[in-house]
C-alpha cells in the first residue's frame, strides 16, 4: 500500500461549500474529490498525458 500523509488544510467557506457541491456531483468523499482535483491540476501542469489514474479513494456519497 502507498504511504499516506495526513495534513489538516484551512479553506474559505465558499470554497468549501463549492467542493461539498462538486463531490456530491461526482459521487466521492470530500477527500477523493480534492484529491482528483489535485491530481489532475499537477498533470495539466506538467504536461503529461491527460489518461485518467486510477481514483485513490471509492466513489461514494460519504462528504468529510
Request: with cysteine; charged share 30%; glycine share 4%.
Amino acid at each position: 500500500m502507498e504511504s499516506e500523509t495526513r495534513i489538516t488544510l484551512r479553506v474559505p467557506g465558499d470554497l468549501h461549500a463549492r467542493l461539498v457541491v462538486r463531490a456530491r456531483r461526482e459521487r466521492r468523499s470530500l477527500n477523493s474529490e480534492i484529491l482528483c482535483l489535485l491530481e489532475d491540476a499537477l498533470v495539466a501542469d506538467s504536461g503529461e498525458s491527460a489518461i485518467p489514474a486510477p481514483l485513490r479513494g471509492k466513489p461514494d456519497s460519504s462528504l468529510a
